[in-house]
């Protein structure tokens, strides 16, 4: 219970917030949780969009491919910065108030690419979003849970983990077909995505709140990152795959637009965004598909899967044949969903609920860093390597990782069954 209701005794500030509360007319929560949950896509669908646009922003801005790249790798280290530090805050202030200002920064950030006069202000406006990002991506996921109706609190769980990988694909998708059909593609995609998220920020406004405020707000601002002793030789077993995994989203989100430019000639943007739609939509069907999967055995085609899209990716690159690319898609894609859902399935269920936000915090730490730090360094090789070599030696360091990830979890996996039968 909150110490300012302890003894029946409120505070100023709660019996404002209670009148307030009551004559505000909030949304019945099954509204509530359709609003969040297309909330959630809608920010995850603007993460996606840039993808299709950066051959465009390339072509009018005179870009080199290392601006790119560190305008795709600022992102992924803002949303890593924002989960740490503001991840855990939903817990103290409210759902609501977190939602309303994380919707209102996206708010913010779409109309900064809306005005975006050059690379400097992209490269700003996806450090906001980045941030917006992060900050709204638990207290939706909590939101959405705690919403969901009653006899179908599995709809909300299925709802927070395929989100994020259908949310990119939707927005590499939904970006392309708008570049390929309007005269100013850019202009034209982040004005529907302001309109998008005015109208997800007022919706917030009056969806209810789903938890009670708590002491130690402030506190919770201090990032914590820790993984409990008991799994931490599981966790180590699954790094390579987080790694590699989240090297194939930089991939196909950030580097491949500027492969097909620069090996393939191929200027349409909606075959970047069909890439990126491809990957995304393979790796959520995998995640959907393979619930009843042991989480070792789906860490195990995770890596196998990327393993085979990787050198397929290699092939197509090395002999300039696009087809090769889009089986690379599907493979990659559907490893790269069973790879994480066996990383969360397998780690999730073996630690208590309080220790669960500072594994998330490790979890998340690595993945976003090898997204982020991947795709930046690859940019700055472009410059003394070429486009070429630069795409076969991506593809053979995530080739190279995610064998390992195979053999660190095959081995993982045999000293635990030796353990058990001691």
Partial sequence: MNSSNEGGVLSAADRRARTSSARRPYLPRAVGFVGISAAMVAILVAAG????????????????????TLAFGVYAIAL??????????????????????ALAVELAAMLVFLFAPSIGWLIAARIVQG???????????????????????????????MAPLA????????????????????????LVLVVVMAIGTV?????????????????????????????????????????SAFMTMALFLGLVPIVLGAVFAVTSPIVGALAAFVTFAAGTVASALTTGVRPHHLRLLGAGAMTLGAILFIGSVAAGALPLLWAAAVFSG??????????????VPEVKAHDRGGLFAAIYLVAYLAMGISAIVAGQFVGSVGVTSMAVGFGIVIAIVAMTGALVTGTHSARRRKAHAA
């Avoid at 002491?215 to 008991?230: F, I």
């Fill in 203 to 243: 919706f917030t406004v009056f969806t209810p709140e789903t938890s009670s405020r708590k002491p130690g707000a402030l506190a919770s601002l201090v990032p914590r990152v820790s993984v409990p002793p008991q799994v931490r030789a599981l966790f180590a077993s699954t790094l390579p795959g987080t790694i």
């Fill in 80 to 101: 890593l910065i924002a989960i740490l530090v503001i991840g855990s805050l939903s817990d103290h202030i409210g759902r609501r108030p977190l939602m309303i200002a």
């Fill in 167 to 190: 949310g990119l694909g939707i927005g590499s998708l939904f970006a392309g077909i708008l570049a390929q059909f309007v005269s100013d593609p850019a202009f034209t995609v982040w």
């Fill in 49 to 68: 969009a840039p993808t299709p646009l950066l051959p465009i922003y390339q072509k009018n801005w005179g870009l080199a491919p290392w601006e790119l």
């Fill in 334 to 347: 559907a490893g790269l969903g069973a790879s994480f859902s066996g990383t969360m399935r397998g780690l």
């Fill in 131 to 161: 941030v917006a990002t992060g900050a709204a991506s638990s207290a939706l996921s909590a939101a959405v849970v705690e919403l969901a109706p009653e006899r179908h609190k599995k709809l909300g769980a299925l709802m927070t983990s």
